[in-house]
């Protein structure tokens, strides 16, 4: 049994992607600033810590999009949250105290290409001086929509060597269905002229199941992607949740494909992406042989965090901005996510942090797990009978097999693996509404 097989049964049920454990459905706000502060004062200083600044702001506002992020259409709006974020970063660093040693930057949104290039170099600034990070490894989301000559050259001069690229689809009716216009050849341009900026690791952002699209449609985008060689590609299932996101109201639901169509894109995007060369990473990413990804994946050191899955090791990531995520092996803390709201809380001097979660041991034990299924496909065994009972569908029909203590999926079985990790996580109750469909 080699390919996959649709048992739509055990896909019904909506789950979490597990960018953590627990997830932010978990998070109250009875944890917040005082325990971040906490967690920052007794880093050690040599500690491995990765970085996350958050951009909310695009030029346009894609339908599809749940991200937090809003319309960069006012320079007074960008300038007063630009300031904001430097004085966070100073906030943190002055907490630190010089403990840490941050080796990753990531600047995600939003588009951090919303800010000016001018204003990209200020705060790569700010960031290397406050945590002295002049050699720390810096990636970048972007909007190749909104990239120039002068982005490029900042590119360049930075030092970034990672992009990811929000490509989607390269069909013309496709993107005129969830408000995102960019013509393939814009998309060869900015690949071009990334590789010439410094750019050594790409990434594109996929999608299927979105309105219109068919296999056809799928295949062109894939055909083109591969032509253009990013080291690695995210193939996402759109998540249509128009009564949680209001933008995707916007998108006509009856064009979209049903279960089963979705079930097959992604796995014939899968078949398409491994005949090309790539690994599969997890249950939605590829690789180029050579990259640092794959290599991961090979030597069994892939994780996960809020960027998906990553070969970074730190298990300290402090997220800057509104609404984002610091994560430490024993916490989980989120920042204001209204941007007003973060404004006044860090010009009052206060960490912005309002909502999270502390882990306990069981936490831990339970996401190691579910990080081994997504990562791994396998991991170690809970002998309940509880668990066991709700892994029988699995079990019965090969997804699952249990072996001295451990779980394992065979490769057919990825389609499955987040209902299967979901079967490990106590806080989780069956919602149709909060999460996204498996596939």
Request: net charge neutral; with cysteine; glycine share 8%.
């Amino acid at each position: 049994m080699t390919g996959w097989t649709y048992f739509p049964e055990l896909l019904a049920t909506p789950v979490p992607r597990y960018t953590s454990y627990p997830t932010a459905a978990e998070f109250g706000d009875a944890v917040g600033a005082r325990q971040l502060d906490a967690e920052l004062a007794v880093i050690d200083p040599d500690r491995p810590v990765s970085l996350y600044v958050h951009i909310p702001y695009c030029h346009e506002i894609c339908w599809y999009c749940g991200c937090n992020t809003g319309a960069a259409n006012k320079t007074q709006r960008l300038t007063g949250y630009l300031d904001t974020l430097h004085q966070e970063i100073e906030l943190v660093a002055g907490k630190l105290g010089g403990r840490g040693n941050v080796r990753r930057i990531a600047l995600g949104g939003g588009s951090p290409n919303a800010i000016s290039p001018n204003q990209f170099a200020a705060l790569l600034a700010t960031l290397r001086a406050a945590f002295s990070a002049e050699d720390a490894q810096l990636s970048i989301e972007l909007d190749p929509r909104s990239l120039d000559a002068s982005w490029y050259q900042a590119i360049a001069d930075a030092g970034v060597t990672r992009a990811s690229l929000g490509v989607q689809t390269l069909d013309p009716k496709v993107q005129r269905s969830i408000g995102r216009l960019q013509p393939e050849e814009l998309i060869r341009t900015a690949v071009k002229e990334l590789r010439s900026a410094g750019i050594r690791s790409l990434n594109f952002d996929l999608m299927y199941g979105l309105p219109y699209q068919g296999l056809a449609e799928l295949n062109a985008t894939l055909a083109a992607t591969i032509d253009m060689r990013p080291e690695r590609i995210a193939l996402f299932g759109y998540a249509h949740v128009p009564h949680l996101i209001a933008r995707q109201r916007r998108i006509d639901g009856k064009a979209l494909p049903d279960a089963e169509l979705r079930f097959r894109q992604a796995e014939f995007g899968h078949k398409v992406l491994t005949h090309a060369g790539y690994d599969p990473i997890g249950f939605d990413h590829y690789a180029r042989p050579d990259d640092l990804l794959s290599a991961a994946a090979r030597q069994g050191q892939l994780r996960r965090n809020f960027q998906g899955f990553t070969e970074d090791g730190a298990d300290i990531l402090i997220g800057l901005g509104a609404s984002a995520i610091s994560q430490f092996p024993g916490l989980i803390v989120q920042n204001e996510k209204n941007a007003g709201r973060y404004k006044i809380r860090v010009s009052s001097g206060l960490l912005p942090a309002t909502h999270g979660i502390v882990r306990t041991a069981e936490d831990e034990r339970r996401r190691r797990i579910i990080e081994q299924i997504l990562c791994d496909g396998e991991g170690d065994f809970l002998f309940e009978q509880q668990l066991l009972d709700k892994l029988q569908p699995f079990l019965e029909r090969g997804l699952v097999t249990l072996e001295c203590g451990r779980l394992r999926l065979p490769d057919y079985a990825r389609p499955y693996a987040r209902v299967i990790a979901a079967l490990f996580d106590q806080y989780r109750q069956p919602s149709a509404t909060r999460f996204s469909n498996a596939i």
